[in-house]
């Protein structure tokens, strides 16, 4: 183990351990509907920051594919709006879950939920699209424009529709965000480390995605140059 | 810059006058799509399904017209094409060429669905048409760039639809949200909000293309 190198990965379990603790046991302010599920704010707000953290990663390879024409950037591309989706899928899920217990339904039509759904059928699309072309450079070069063009629009959709309509979600039409909970400011002790923290995450198990491509890529090519090992 | 775009342009629509079948094929998908709407439905009063159902007619109309306008070109036109042109006038005169066709078709398909599914629900007319106007702008928009891309692939039919969908419903909702405006007869001021928001997202989009393009199209 490097310390130089792997400080953060220790940072990382440090800050996780932290929000686990903290954000199941710590004590949260009560109020009424919310009571206990508040302590979601902990796990479905930062994983929603890691999932554009990784998306955005994953779009800036993309130019940098575009730009320089290096497969490695399309590797980190790819492997991290993989690692995002993920990310995604798990903020979906403690969504879903939260909803169920305090607007009493799984899904609802709200334009942040459908926001969501968008950045899902948007990405899906993008690996549907990765697997239908055969040449690399091509695939490479089609999907970082896909990437990039469809990154915008979706934050123009998080960022713009919502503001046009009424939203159940908390911090939009009227609904207040944990801000107006939190006039102790105790919860931002746990949710700021907790956002980094699961930022960190993802960007950790990005970079064993790419470890993990890359030495499988080059296995691959060793046995292409040398078939009988 | 210009004139390539005016040259590219007249070459579509000669092209198009030349096969007269391709035209004639998405008025006639329209027509039949349509048809089997008002077969199923029989009569539509809520005017917000009659909203939402007119758009979606068009969407997938829309999709069908321009997933062609990559696909058609034959291998060796489009490296002689783009020999000659520069790729940014390419893509101009394709969107161009996709809005025109695309406001025709909605022209075309907005009297078919008045007659067939009763009645002119629509009190603001010109609010309605510029609506379509700016609609098909930017469709062609999103469009025309899927479109390149999904021409690439070998599985184009499926793609274009895939790609398209989750980066058109911006566009269908706001375009949605002032269609019903129209119909309600709401006070315009009430819409124009929504009409800046349609002409940015025509705006990004269009930009978008024309940066991107560049790269889709060298091999």
């Given at each position: 183990m490097n310390i130089k190198k792997n400080w953060w990965k220790a940072i990382t379990c440090v800050l996780l351990f932290y929000t686990v603790i903290e954000g199941f046991l710590g004590a949260v302010p009560a109020r009424d509907i919310l009571n206990e599920t508040i302590r979601n704010l902990y796990f479905h707000v930062p994983m929603w920051f890691g999932m554009m953290t990784l998306l955005f990663i994953s779009v800036i390879y993309g130019i940098k594919h575009l730009h320089n024409g290096a497969m490695r950037s399309d590797l980190i591309a790819r492997e991290a709006a993989h690692t995002g989706v993920i990310m995604g899928v798990l903020g979906l899920i403690t969504g879903s879950l939260w909803a169920r217990y305090t607007w009493g339904t799984w899904w609802t039509q709200d334009t942040k939920l459908n926001g969501a759904a968008i950045t899902m059928l948007i990405y899906f699309a993008y690996f549907i699209l990765r697997g239908s072309v055969e040449d690399e450079q091509k695939r490479a070069r089609l999907s970082a424009v896909y990437s990039i063009f469809a990154f915008v629009m979706m934050i123009v959709f998080v960022m713009i529709l919502p503001r046009m309509e009424d939203s159940l979600h908390p911090g939009n039409g009227g609904n207040p965000a944990f801000s107006k909970y939190d006039l102790d400011s105790k919860m931002r002790l746990v949710f700021y480390p907790a956002v980094l923290g699961w930022v960190l995450l993802g960007v950790w198990i990005m970079s064993v995605r790419i470890r993990i491509a890359s030495i499988s890529e080059a296995l691959l090519n060793h046995s292409d140059t040398h078939p009988t090992s | 810059m210009l004139k390539e775009v005016r040259l590219l342009l007249y070459k579509e629509f000669l092209l198009e006058s030349r096969q007269k079948q391709s035209i004639n094929g998405l008025i006639l998908y329209l027509i039949s799509t349509i048809f089997v709407c008002k077969m199923c439905?029989?009569?539509?009063?809520?005017p917000s399904a009659w909203n939402a159902l007119f758009w979606i007619i068009l969407l997938f109309a829309s999709i069908n017209a321009s997933s062609k306008s990559f696909m058609q070109d034959s291998r060796a036109r489009f490296v002689y094409m783009y020999t000659m042109a520069s790729p940014q006038a390419i893509i101009l005169a394709k969107i161009s060429y996709n809005t025109i066709l695309l406001i025709v078709l909605s022209l075309i398909g907005f009297v078919v669905y008045i007659i067939l599914l009763g009645g002119n629900p629509i009190q603001n007319m010109p609010l309605f048409l510029t609506d379509v106007l700016l609609g098909s702008m930017g469709f062609s928009a999103v469009l025309t760039s899927m479109s390149a891309i999904a021409a690439r692939t070998n599985n184009s039919f499926t793609l274009m639809a895939i790609l398209s969908f989750p980066l058109l419903l911006p566009l269908i909702m706001t375009v949605v949200k002032i269609s019903k405006n129209a119909i309600d007869g709401l006070d315009p001021s009430i819409s124009y909000k929504y009409l800046v928001v349609l002409f940015g997202l025509n705006l990004i989009s269009g930009a978008l293309s024309y940066l991107l393009f560049p790269y889709l199209w060298k091999d």
């Open positions: - | 439905f029989r009569s539509l009063p809520e």
